[in-house]
């Protein structure tokens, strides 16, 4: 046997020994999804491409796997694009799964995009756009996806229980090029923040509720998408931009122009009282490996600004009022500005504890890169792409339930960065995984 290898326990990909050792668990979870399938052959596919792509493989892309597992590359290719196998049940699986095992009256979902560098004229939704993963306007796909976390300080669960891809305005105005890439006719362009809305209405539809849902400003700069949140009767709070236009009180003329027109909350939390006359509370976020994240805060009831009849030119005020929060870093001066549709009554520290619990998604997208190749998919079609990331949020999700339930007080989330490390004996590469599968039937 080869020397031990020194895993961080932030980075769990796993070698022989490692998957022999969740073989029961892991066959337990599957079997779940078995009905999925009205083929056992098509099926042990499904098993193969999961083991590849939690295995440590320099590369998890369907070659890579398909020669890790003796598999003909070509049939694993099918096995996405072609073979008859409901993912859409096993999503439906999935969700059930996390509402029986981890749901919590504290649990947030997050809506957040991720962009992924690909290339290729016919790849699904590929478009120069930009790309959090070169950090610049880059050739990319982007999903747009929704996790589920607990937000627990001490053991956090997270599982992405909706990813969907979003398909740019280009590609819906040439519907030649999307029947080459598999698109259905009826995928059509959507903005993100409406691919976020049906994907909350979706995980509602399975029993999955959220006690909060947070965002970024790319959903917030929207009041609609905030006015659908309500029409769902779903509580949320999110960032918006320094231009995002509110009014500290309901004004009283008719004509909403000039000295009645709304502003912006960088202007309001500058020059209403509601604002100036306040003192700053000061906020621990969260304690980290660095030392304590501290926000200083300030907020207010504002109205957003709606459209009477959807006309664009006449600008009116909700007929209920929001939170509105500036936060500032007191060590680098960075400014946010949030709106939420709480209670007036909701604690502050709640809404700052949920609107800041927005990165466990990074984190789950850094990881799910790292250890399930969610990223690593080299597909020409749409539905291969859905599979792909549906086959990397399987073992993320098992994972995940795994090392909640091993760690206990310290889950993987919640490891810092230079923090405990954990000795695996183990094999450079995943040469044995065939006879892994061989001697477990595939199926365990």
């Not at 949320?236 to 009014?247: C, D, L, S, Y």
């Not at 009477?308 to 929060?325: F, N, Q, S």
Request: charge should be positive; aromatic fraction near 12%.
């Amino acid at each position: 046997m080869n020397s031990p290898t020194t895993y961080n326990l932030e980075i769990l990909v796993m070698n022989y020994e490692q998957l022999a050792s969740f073989e029961p668990a892991l066959a337990e979870f599957l079997e779940k999804v078995r009905h999925c399938f009205k083929r056992d052959k098509t099926f042990s596919y499904l098993q193969k491409y999961m083991l590849g792509l939690m295995a440590d493989l320099k590369r998890k892309s369907i070659e890579p796997i398909a020669l890790a597992s003796g598999v003909a590359v070509r049939t694993l290719q099918e096995f996405l694009a072609f073979f008859r196998w409901d993912h859409q049940r096993i999503e439906k699986t999935l969700i059930r799964e996390v509402v029986e095992r981890q749901y919590g009256k504290e649990s947030i979902g997050v809506l957040d995009a991720c962009g992924h560098a690909k290339q290729g004229k016919y790849t699904p939704g590929v478009q120069r756009q930009w790309c959090g993963e070169t950090g610049k306007r880059d050739n990319c796909v982007i999903g747009q996806h929704l996790l589920y976390t607990d937000n627990d300080a001490k053991n956090p669960f997270s599982c992405v229980v909706a990813s969907d891809l979003y398909l740019p305005q280009s590609w819906d105005e040439d519907r030649d090029r999307c029947r080459r890439a598999g698109i259905p006719d009826e995928l059509t362009y959507r903005p993100k923040w409406q691919i976020g809305i049906e994907q909350i209405e979706h995980v509602m539809s399975e029993g999955l509720r959220f006690d909060y849902v947070t965002f970024d400003e790319e959903y917030g700069k929207v009041p609609a998408f905030i006015f659908e949140l309500d029409r769902l009767g779903q509580k949320a709070i999110g960032e918006v931009p320094a231009n995002f236009r509110v009014w500290a009180r309901r004004p009283a003329c008719k004509s909403h122009r000039a000295e009645h027109a709304s502003h912006r909350v960088d202007n309001i939390v500058k020059h209403s009282p509601a604002f100036y006359g306040q003192s700053w509370q000061e906020m621990v976020i969260k304690d980290t490996t660095r030392g304590r994240c501290i926000w200083q805060i300030k907020s207010a009831q504002v109205y957003l600004v709606k459209h009477k009849d959807g006309k664009a030119y006449c600008p009116v005020p909700t007929d209920r009022t929001y939170w509105l929060i500036i936060a500032m870093n007191r060590q680098t001066g960075e400014i946010k500005y949030f709106i939420s549709n709480a209670p007036a009554q909701e604690s502050l520290k709640k809404l700052m504890q949920t609107a800041f619990g927005r990165w466990r998604v990074e984190k789950w997208f850094e990881r799910g890169k790292q250890e399930c190749g969610f990223g690593a998919f080299e597909v020409r079609t749409y539905t291969s792409l859905i599979r792909h990331w549906l086959a990397s949020r399987l073992p993320m999700y098992f994972l995940a339930d795994q090392t909640h339930r091993l760690r206990g007080e310290k889950s993987a989330d919640n490891t810092g960065a230079g923090g405990r490390r954990i000795e695996y004996a183990g094999v450079e590469d995943m040469a044995e995984i065939p006879a892994f599968m061989e001697t477990h039937n595939v199926c365990m």
